[in-house]
Structures are given as structure tokens and as C-alpha cells.
């Protein structure tokens, strides 16, 4: 075992009172963390949302699960970290955000205590400034994705090992298994950490006789803590390893291609995510990838033990694998832990540019060289978020800034008795489900217009991203009458970001001329006039209206027929067929009673077809591949489709 300390830190480590210090770093990094809260009130990625779905639904019903399998599964004490503020601030971003950057500002402590245990008191003080500063943990700290856990809780289980193997006592080896255990069920780049953690206390028991009982306890106590997700993932593989198979790579090739692109993220092109990174920012800029430099040379001379080195390297190596094994690399997200690594080696550096600017400046002067060299770091990294980020188009779209700029008007803008409809949408968008508890008791709904319009038959209103469906307005005025409530207009796009509109449906819009009543659960209708004659070739297009009787369980489709006589259950030919989900972004389960779903279709008639009479006939089935649903209204009817006119082909 090596001595408890170098000679590196054998002088002028605390001094000045390395507490006051402290305290004013974690306030710097709490202003970094906290000064864009205000601003990131509109933003809120798709996978946040989903995290946000998940936690009020563990304020709603209380359990414990270490495991979410909806998109690409996901582990579970990030949601329950989550659900307190939401409980106390609503759902909205900003109890998301205040919850992760909460996250940040405890890794700044936790990144202290491992410093402290590494680097001794002087070189933690400096690697948590340098944390405090460093535009990924920044970037990260805004953002309500798991990963940000594995930083933190990475942390207290190094130290936790560490102080373990240092005094070896059972109850210290008994906090770091549990400390390990719960790295687990942060994120699923943390099992690399934990394979490492594993490995290390391995190699402790074979070197050392006198630590085999500890190291025992810790992986014990850390695979007992684990067992619920290890459980699950047992019982459930597919949905509990589902998202380390979606983005694995298959081959050396790609492997080796990642470590290229990782070699070039230090100081060329980073991740070109926008939501994860200013896309491309490379992970170090200048000043601190300067003092990172310094540090890696200077690591064998500042480390506490001379292992600790090695040790901080390995622990770096097993950080990037998860990305490298990966594709998109260089993922920030599935790197993050990498981040404890970088602010210890860099925070090594600037204690070593410290102490060898001592021999000419002397020991007042000797920090402002490094201490300067942060400086720059916090304004860069200030502007890149602030102003540089927070203001890029593509950061605008991958925050759906735009929906969230919508949800914000309704609540104060629209009665609550008015339908709220989001296209081009679903009802299961993460957003939207967030937005629920937000918008209630307001029915709300989620359609693709490019799939179907659907329209109240009270008043209702409209929020459509206009760029994505420019001409949404203009198909909704063929059935309603539209007044525009409200716009956003983004100097990015020609088209506003979104338009809020509000509808009142045209008073016989919805008067079919032909009206079928299938299994007493679906009303259709046709509301546009079809030819009474056509020729091969020739396309008929209409549109349906479809209304729900009862409640509806299951989703269904539409055929449209063309057949002559005898028919095709009478052993004739079925000329031709369109066949299609009905409104596929707003199945029959999502439907109200009160609502009409619009659907076009289209009926090429082939080419070679006899001339005469044929019959245009229509029928509903359960998706994909269900029965066909009787008809109950008009009665009788000898067959399961509704035969709704004749036409003539010439």
C-alpha cells in the first residue's frame, strides 16, 4: 500500500479556510446552474416529458419499481428524485428543471468529498471550480435526463470505496455496497462503473488478505441492493436490456470509428446533439484544456496515493465505453460520467500550476494564474449557454419550445369547457400527457391532421404547429369556421412556429348523405358526393365522418369496395379496394362522444375493368387484422358492409 500522502500535499493545503472557499464555489456553480431557469420555462425535450409522465404517475399511484420500460426503458430512481417537485411546483419544465439542477449543484459537493479523498483538500477546491464552470456538467445540469444521477451518485460510491479501503471497517464496506448498489438504478451507462468497481474490489481481497472481509460485505450488500432491477431484468429482457440492444454497435470497425470520433471531441467537434450540447462544442475549451494537460502530466505528483492516478484514468476509460460501444458517438449523455474524471484532472492541474507559480509569484499571487484561467472558462461557457444555445433554432425544436409556448397560453386564455386539440400531434405524446394535469379539467386531444381532421361539436380550439402543416388552417375552414388567438413567429422560419385557433363547426358540415351504424359502437358517414359515373383509371376520393356510440376499446380500419353482381361473397370479383387505420395518431380508444373524426380516402378504379354498374360498399374491423363489425343501423342488412351507392363505369 502506498504512503496516505505525497509530498505533493504535504504544504499549503488549507489555507486560505478552504470552507469559505467552498461556499463561494457552490454558490458560483449555483448561479451557473440556476440563472437559466426562468428562460428554459418553455423548453422541454420529448424524453424529459417522458421522465415527468412517469413521476406523476408515481404521485398518483404510489409503488416501488426500479424499472419504467416505456421509451427504450428506463431506471427508475431518477422518476422518484422527480415527483416531490412536481408535487410541490406542478406539472411544468420548471419543476423538471429545478430537480436536475438541484442534481448539479449536490455533484459540486460530491465531486468535493472524492477530491478531497484523491487530491487532498487544495486540488478538491480547485477540481469543484473547475466543475462549477465546466460547460458539460452545466449544459447537463439543465436538462431532466437520468444520466445526471450517475455523476453524482458515482461520486459518493468512489468515496464510499475509497474511505472503505482506507479503514477497513465493516460499517465502511457496508455504505460503499450500498453506495454501489444504487448506481444501478441511475443510468444504464453506470453498469460500466460498476463493472470497474467490481474489478477493483477484486483485485483489493487478492492483494490484500486483511480487506477480503470488507470487500466481501460491499459486494454482497451491493448485489442485494441491486436485486429488484437485476429481478426484472431477469423476467423481462427484452424490455430491460432493450435499450442497450437498440444502440449497440456490431462491429470493430464502428467501434474503432467511435474512438476516432472521441479522440476529436477533447478539443475539435463534440456531440452534435442540440438538445445534449451546443452542437459540435468540443468537451474542453482552451484555458481548461490547458490546465487538463497540466494535470495528466502532473497527476503522479499531486495524487494522495500513487495509484490514484492510474485509478482516475481507468475510471475515465470506463466512462467513454458506454458511448464508444455505441452509435452517435460522441454521446454525451451515455459519457456523462466522464465528467467526474475531467474535473478531477483538471482540477489536478490547476493545483499543480498553482504550486509551481508559488516559486515565482509566491503563495498569494500563485492562484490567480488558474484562478484566471476559470474566469475565462465561466464567460465562455456563460455565453455558450446562455446566449449561444438558448437561441439556436435547432435548440428551439429539440426543446419543443414550441408546444410548450402554446401550453402556456391556454391556461389563463381558454374557458375550461373548451376541447383543446394539438396537431400535428398524438395523444400519447409525452408533452401533451405531462400537460394533463396542467390543462385540466379541459378535454384535450392529439391528432396528425395528415392522418384525419377531428372536430367538437361544441366550440373548440386548435393548437397547430404551423411548421410542420402550413395549410392546416385552410383544411379546417372547409368544416369550421376559425378565428386565430394567438401566434408565434420565430425569425428562423417563414412560417410561425405555431398558430392557436379557435373553431366552430359549419352548421351541416357534418350532414352525411349516406349514414351506417357498425357493431352499435361506430357511426360512419359519408360527407362529400361521389360521381355517379367514372371511367377506368379514374381516382374517386371522398371524405368519412366517424363517430363513436360507446366507448371503444380497440382500434379499427375502413375499407371502401368496388364490386359488381354477383358480389365477392356470391363468388364475383372485387374490382378494387382502399383499405386504411382509421385516424392512426387518434385511435378509437381516444375518441369522445362528443367529437367527429374526418378521414379522406381514395379509390382508383383499374384500368381494365368491364363497363356497367358496380356497387361502392364500406365496412369497419378491428386493426390489424380483426373481424369485421356487424351493421345495426339501417336494418336489415344481409351482409357486414354497407353497400352506399352504384356507379357507373363507361
Known sequence: MQPEQTRANSDHESSPNPLWVLVLILLVGTFFRWSALSGMEEMLHHDEAYN??????????????????????????????????????????????????????LTLAALYRLGKETLGVRGALWATAVLAVFYWHVHLSHLAFRALLMPLVGCLAFVALLRALRANTSSRWIIAGCALGLLMYTYFSARAWIVYAFGLLIWWGLRDRTKRRGVVIAILIAILISLPILRYTYLHPVEGLNRSREVAITNVDEFLTNLGLWAGAWFNKGDSNAALNLPGRPILDPPLGALALIGLAALPQVVKRRWYGPWLLGLALFAILPSALSNYAPHFLRAAGLIVPVALVTGAGAWALERGARRIAGARLAPLLPLGALVITGIVTYRDFHVRWMDLPTTYLAMEQHINQALDFIPESVPEETPIYFTPLSPWHPNIVFADARLMPRQVGAFDSRHCLVVHDAPAVYVSLTLYEADFRQRLSQWAETTLLNQAQQEFAEQPAYSILHALVHADALRGERVAEFGGAIRLSLLSSITLAAHPGETISGTLGLRALQAIDRPYSVFIHLHGDPTPYQGGPLWAQSDSVICESYPAPFWKLNETVLQNFALTIPPDIPP??????????????????????????????????EIEIK
Not at 398518483?60 to 419504467?68: A, G, I, V, W
Not at 431518477?78 to 449543484?105: E, N, Q, V
Open 612 to 645: 356497367g354498374q358496380y356497387v361502392i360498399a364500406a365496412g369497419i374491423y378491428e386493426t390489424p387484422l380483426g373481424p369485421r363489425l356487424a351493421i345495426t343501423a339501417p336494418l336489415p342488412q344481409p351482409w357486414d358492409y354497407y353497400e352506399w351507392q
Open 52 to 105: 415527468g409522465v412517469d413521476a406523476v404517475s408515481l404521485i398518483r399511484s404510489p409503488r416501488l419499481t426500479p424499472f419504467f420500460p416505456a421509451n427504450g426503458g428506463r431506471e427508475s430512481a431518477w422518476h422518484y428524485w422527480l415527483a416531490p417537485y412536481i408535487a410541490a411546483f406542478g406539472a411544468r419544465p420548471f419543476s423538471l428543471r429545478l430537480a436536475s439542477t438541484t442534481i448539479g449543484i
